[in-house]
């Protein structure tokens, strides 16, 4: 198990006001609209999420990160759970044409609005029952998704990863001091986990996790 930072140079390019974000709008109502993963999520009000989840080619050093690291080849599969519109399926593939890439997300809208050069690729269903037979994948990925799983599905999602995955990459939220928790806990609208590194591990060891993992901390 190695801890990969190919995510965190990307999440600190971007600016948050984690203390105005909610406009002065009931945060729970916020968190509510936004577990639904539906429009209002990706495409709405920045305080429902994302406010406009968009192709901008961000993704595209982490794909070339993780074809590098894991030597991925043509014809190599791989799957993206948690994979929204499919931005890092597209450029996976982008960065290896040849490669094999599948994409599961629990949202119809995410997928129904994915796209539509990887939309054949991508599939709704949820990480804790992967809709494929064990060993598929030379690699499963998962990024900043299993937080947003209570404990006992955390557990099943990962052991779903084991099973289906011969290598293994998750990226997830964490903290490490009182300043990232207050970040993390007044940015997050999803998030069911709230964990330091070190729990983490404790987590990843306790579900027979083998895989890789990252960390996104809110410095
Ligand atoms: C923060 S977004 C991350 C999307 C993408 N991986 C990225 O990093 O841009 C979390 C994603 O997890 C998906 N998700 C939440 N619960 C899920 C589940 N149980 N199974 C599969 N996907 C899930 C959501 O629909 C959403 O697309």
């Known amino acids: 198990m190695t801890c990969l930072d190919f995510i965190q140079p990307l999440h600190r390019a971007t600016t948050r006001d984690y203390r105005g974000r909610f406009a002065g709008e009931d945060k729970a109502s916020c968190a509510t609209k936004a577990k ?8 709405g009000d920045r305080r429902y999420g994302y406010g406009g989840y968009s192709y901008d080619g961000r993704w595209l050093p982490v794909a070339a990160s993780i074809v590098k690291h894991y030597r991925l080849c043509p014809g190599d599969r791989v799957l993206d ?6 931005f890092l399926v597209h450029d996976l593939l982008k960065v290896l044409p040849g490669l094999q890439v599948s994409g599961i997300d629990i949202s119809e809208y995410a997928i129904a609005n994915a796209m539509p050069e990887v939309k054949p690729h991508l599939r709704v269903a949820d990480a804790v029952a992967l809709p494929y037979a064990a060993g598929s994948f030379d690699l499963v990925v998962s990024i900043n998704t299993v937080h947003n799983l209570r404990l006992p599905q955390l557990e099943t999602a990962l052991r779903e990863f084991e099973r289906v995955g011969k290598r293994k990459y998750v990226v997830t939220d964490s903290y490490r001091n ?14 069911e986990c709230f964990f330091t590194p070190e729990e983490w591990l404790w987590v990843f060891h306790h579900c027979g996790y083998t895989g890789d993992y990252g960390f996104i901390f809110f410095e």
């Open 36 to 43: 639904a993963f539906g429009f209002e999520y990706f495409d």
């Open 81 to 86: 759970v948690g994979c929204a519109k499919g």
């Open 178 to 191: 009182e300043s990232e928790k207050v970040n993390l806990l007044d940015w997050q609208l999803t998030c």
